[in-house]
């Protein structure tokens, strides 16, 4: 028996109890349905505003991965750029030059000097660099108590082809600073020309 019909028992009991006429009980339990009716109207209508009042679903767009296409570095011109590597002062050694967005970098790569360290590969990684036009400028760390400064040019050979040994020349004076056990530094200066090496990607067949 659901609660309608109980409360409708309940009333009609109360009905032979207090002797009220029988259609005067029957308002009544119309009135009470009537106002059960109303009242599960208005649940249900507030459930659906709240419905209606949901925001949408947000759909979120995926991008194909295999659409995007990675950056593409641009290949470097040899006829402009002179990243490269360089010959040094003895045979084997070598400085080794890049240029990335107008920014001088690089080493340079030498045999040890002392008893310590010597025929050993020391490399000098260059402190500060400059590249205005075709003047290099740069100045190496100190390892082993020993640095490196250059001030010179750089330009190509004539006759030469880009790849091909000796096509730049890197000219200048080049200072050599050493401090000694008790830090008093020593600087020896020399005249240079430095070749690049040969280049095969860059060597017109």
């Not at 009333?11 to 106002?35: C, K, W, Y």
Request: glycine residues 8%; proline residues 5%.
């Amino acid at each position: 028996m659901d609660y309608s019909e109980s409360r409708g028992s309940d009333v009609l009991a109360d009905v032979g109890n207090f002797d009220i006429p029988r259609s005067h009980a029957m308002m009544v339990l119309q009135e009470f349905g009537m106002t059960r009716a109303l009242l599960v109207a208005t649940v249900c209508l507030g459930w659906i505003s709240s419905l209606a009042q949901a925001p949408p679903p947000v759909t979120v767009a995926h991008q194909d991965q295999s659409t995007v296409s990675p950056a593409q570095s641009k290949p470097r011109d040899p006829s402009t750029d002179i990243s490269g590597t360089y010959s040094f002062l003895r045979e084997g050694e070598f400085v080794d030059l890049s240029v990335d967005d107008g920014q001088l970098s690089g080493f340079i790569s030498r045999f040890g000097l002392t008893d310590s360290d010597k025929d050993q590969f020391i490399d000098h990684f260059l402190d500060k660099a400059s590249l205005q036009g075709d003047h290099v400028t740069f100045k190496t760390k100190t390892v082993h108590a020993v640095w490196y400064e250059f001030d010179g040019t750089i330009a190509t050979v004539p006759g030469k082809q880009p790849g091909e040994e000796g096509y730049r020349l890197l000219a200048g004076k080049l200072t050599m600073y050493k401090a000694d056990v008790i830090g008093k530094e020593q600087a020896s200066v020399r005249t240079v020309e430095f070749k690049s090496f040969p280049d095969s990607k860059h060597i017109r067949k």
